[in-house]
């Protein structure tokens, strides 16, 4: 039997939030997502993750067709907390995966806030005051790294892969004007260290480099650029006649948290363009997405330590800051408040030191005909990006003014001081090596051995002497049984889920060396908890 669309119209339009009040179906609104965050709640436990941890069924999945008809909204909503299950909670203390933290109630209400209405950042005519939010987050950045907010700019952006992207562009049309009309022509690469981010390569494909214009720099003991390597790097460039897009420079590696020296690398860059005469800066971009957060710390007194972080934990803390102190010398950096601003994804700012830069990458407004006839705001005419969602500005901005500058401390002391704790837990255990123990962050990167190796000789042993290859393979190995096994304890709600990486450091010899990897980011952690990973890690161990 036939429906006219009107009658089938009308149940359609509930499923929406009204654009009028209307006290009851806004009071059906507030309860359908308290109903949902009900059925989320009751996936919880003690363990690390929601629900259960079910074997996936992608065959089933890719059997998937549209249904004639719709459901209702409450059968919707247990529908997708269905697909919540198994995930992993970042807030749990026995979770210490990766860089993924629990976002904040108030930055949840912030994404939740800017979902309502879909305001689009690509001009204020669609966004209006979240325009504005931009722009404070922008200067309220600027500050805190150190740049003169007067003068710089910033957009928010679809994650740490766009604010480096931004930052390439941007020294790309710098080295090789005209590129955005023309194309590239000529020979122009990208220098990076090999602990950089993987999007490195990503980014100089996209932008026409290809990945084999990538110059990967090593890095030294304390997983920072080498920067007399950088120099020949360069030079050998420039000899050649070929351009530099930019430089990255990576302030708090994703597995080790190594910073690099961007003042001696700034030393460098500045020194070539005198050398080669040099009609353009090459632009050194700093990927801050993690070691950003530290900047709250830049008039800490470290003397007074007025927060009474331990000592171990303030010469750590010390120990990021100094290097962290420089990055307004870079020209652009990327900041992800999704890592250690405990924001929900995506929430991304890329910043430029003069906002000017922004206006190298503009497009001309006759190739966008139906938009920016008004309005002051028109960050559309330089994005990558068409639509651009508010909810990271106000998931970042909601965070801001919650922590303050001393929440941030006291947040980032606090899993900085766990990752201490975990390393002393470690180094107690004749079995156990710390690998990244010059790095200060919240992530320790560290291997396991069977009876009888001595772990104060076989980490050095195992970078350095070729003769070592076999048993370095030996460990990788055994290491990733260790990783298995207590992966698979995890998911079973019996210990502590830890990451694992396939090459923390390239060996003197040209083998990946793996490590186990603990980034603590759940404020909720605390010695017991840092006590389990010891023991279930002690246990694999006696499992293999």
Not at 254 to 281: K, M, N, Q, S, W
Not at 377 to 390: F, K, L
Not at 399 to 423: C, D, S, T, Y
Not at 431 to 442: D, K, S
Request: glycine fraction near 8%.
């Amino acid at each position: 039997m036939t429906v006219p669309y009107r009658e089938l119209l009308a149940g359609i339009r509930q499923a929406f939030p009204q654009p009028v009040s209307d006290r009851v179906h806004d009071s059906y609104f507030i309860h359908s997502v308290m109903r949902a965050m009900d059925q989320m709640d009751a996936l919880k436990s003690e363990r690390p993750i929601l629900g259960e941890y079910l074997p996936l069924d992608y065959d089933a999945a890719r059997a998937a067709t549209l249904p004639d008809t719709g459901m209702s909204v409450e059968d919707v909503t247990s529908d997708l907390v269905s697909y919540c299950s198994g995930l992993i909670i970042p807030g749990h203390p026995h979770t210490q995966q990766n860089v993924i933290p629990p976002p904040t109630i108030s930055s949840l209400i912030g994404v939740l806030l800017a979902s309502f209405y879909n305001p689009n950042l690509a001009w204020d005519e669609y966004s209006h005051r979240l325009a504005v939010a931009e722009v404070e987050m922008t200067a309220m950045m600027a500050r805190l790294v150190g740049y003169e907010a007067d003068r710089a700019g910033g957009v928010f952006t679809f994650g740490g892969t766009g604010t480096t992207l931004y930052g390439v562009k941007i020294g790309l049309e710098k080295a090789a004007p005209g590129v955005m009309e023309s194309g590239v022509r000529g020979d122009v690469v990208i220098l990076a260290s090999e602990a950089s981010h993987y999007c490195r390569y990503n980014i100089a494909g996209w932008l026409g480099l290809g990945a084999r214009n990538v110059m990967t720099i090593p890095t030294d003991a304390r997983n920072a650029m080498n920067v007399d390597v950088l120099r020949e790097r360069a030079r050998e460039a420039l000899q050649r006649g070929a351009a530099i897009a930019a430089i990255v420079v990576t302030m708090g590696t994703t597995d080790a948290f190594g910073i690099d020296d961007l003042a001696a690398v700034a030393a460098v860059r500045d020194a070539l363009v005198d050398e080669f005469h040099l009609p353009y800066r090459p632009h050194i971009h700093a990927d801050a997405v993690i070691g950003w957060a530290w900047s709250v710390f830049n008039d800490y007194d470290f003397d007074g330590n007025p927060l009474g972080f331990r000592p171990r934990t303030l010469r750590a803390l010390a120990g990021a800051e100094k290097p962290i102190r420089n990055l307004p010398l870079a020209d652009s950096l990327g900041i992800d408040f999704h890592k250690p601003g405990f924001a929900p994804y995506i929430s991304s700012l890329v910043l430029v030191k003069h906002r000017e830069d922004l206006e190298i990458i503009r497009r001309p407004q006759e190739q966008m005909p139906y938009l920016f006839q008004f309005g002051e705001h028109r960050p559309g005419m330089y994005t990558v990006e068409t639509s651009r969602a508010g909810s990271g500005i106000l998931a970042a901005l909601a965070n801001m003014k919650l922590f303050g500058k001393q929440g941030l401390q006291v947040i980032i002391g606090h899993v900085v001081e766990m990752a201490q704790l975990l390393r002393e837990h470690l180094e107690g255990q004749a079995c156990a090596t710390v690998l990244n123990r010059e790095n200060f962050g919240p992530v320790t990167l560290f291997r396991v051995y069977p009876p009888g190796v001595d772990t104060f000789e076989i980490k050095e042993a195992e970078q350095h002497d070729a003769a070592c290859r076999e048993t370095l393979l030996f460990h990788n190995e055994y290491n990733r049984k260790i990783f298995r096994y207590v992966h698979q304890e995890a998911m079973a709600g019996r210990g502590v889920v830890l990451s694992f990486t396939d090459c923390c450091r390239v060996s003197d010899y040209g083998e990946p060396i793996v490590a186990l990897k603990s980034f603590i980011l759940s404020p909720f952690a605390d010695e017991a908890h840092i006590a389990v990973v010891v023991r279930k890690v002690l246990e694999a161990r006696d499992r293999i």
